[in-house]
């Protein structure tokens, strides 16, 4: 296969899931396993991992750049507190940051980089529920 179709199978989502479900550092600051998903679900705190609206896709054949959105969702009734949430996400995002050094998997996109986009922002929804938003910038080819 040439061009983009290569490309499109490189997701920048499932790589840093996978990566971020199996980290033990991440598994111990969420308070245990199975708290990191593509969905905002109990039990919390919990991780989301998606899709962001930035990054750059350059001529979509090579060493891309998707942004990936992490989101790090508490308790609706307030727990942990802001600065503890805080705390997490960026563990979280330095964590993703090891990626590039683990051992490539054949098949798998070769993850070449993984920093911040911009800005760590408090967000909570509009029920209250705490939420700190997160952008990384991927850098991976096929």
Do not use: N
């Not at 993850?111 to 967000?123: C, Q």
């Amino acid at each position: 296969m040439t061009g983009v179709f290569p490309l499109a199978d490189a997701d920048p989502v499932t790589a840093l899931l996978t990566w971020l479900q199996k980290h033990p550092r991440v598994a111990e600051a969420l308070g245990g396993p199975g708290r990191v998903s593509g969905i905002a679900e109990a039990p919390w705190p919990h991780l989301r991992i998606s899709h962001g609206p930035g990054g750059d896709l350059r001529s979509l054949t090579w060493a891309t750049e998707p942004e990936v959105m992490l989101e790090m969702y508490g308790d609706p009734g307030g727990w942990p507190g802001q600065a503890e949430l805080r705390r997490i996400i960026l563990l979280c995002a330095t964590a993703a940051t090891e990626l590039p050094d683990a051992p490539h998997t054949s098949g798998q996109p070769v993850i070449s980089g993984v920093r911040p986009s911009g800005t760590l922002l408090w967000s909570p929804l509009v029920d209250g529920q705490p939420r700190w938003l997160l952008g990384l910038l991927v850098t991976l080819h096929p």
